[in-house]
């Protein structure tokens, strides 16, 4: 993983564009008088929201938006008759008491 290093003043000033730098997958190692006192990593994919980390692979380019607007299609419930879900879901349940 690409390292950078950078002054607490220049971290301060420009924040936006190192967290940026983060999210692309570089570490940003924030000095004080030049000695390391910290660092900014990017959140590991599992750490993410769902939301977050399908937006982290389209920009990787490993996936593409199902349509223009950037979402993805969901597919509709499946009906299912006379409320078998709901029986198989109770039965499910008494069988663990």
Do not use: F, W
Not at 8 to 21: C, D, G, P, Q, W
Not at 81 to 94: I, Y
Request: glycine content about 8%; proline content about 5%; charged content about 35%.
């Amino acid at each position: 993983m690409e390292q950078i290093k950078i002054g607490v003043r220049e971290a301060k000033m420009h924040l936006s564009r190192y967290l940026k730098t983060v999210q692309s997958g570089c570490e940003v190692i924030i000095t004080d008088r030049g000695r390391p006192v910290g660092k900014i990593v990017p959140l590991e994919e599992k750490e993410m929201p769902l939301a977050d980390r399908l937006k982290h692979l389209e920009l990787r380019g490993i996936i593409e938006p199902k349509n223009g607007r950037g979402g993805l299609k969901i597919h509709s419930p499946v009906a299912v008759e006379n409320d078998v879900a709901q029986k198989l879901l109770q039965e499910d349940r008494d069988s663990e008491h």
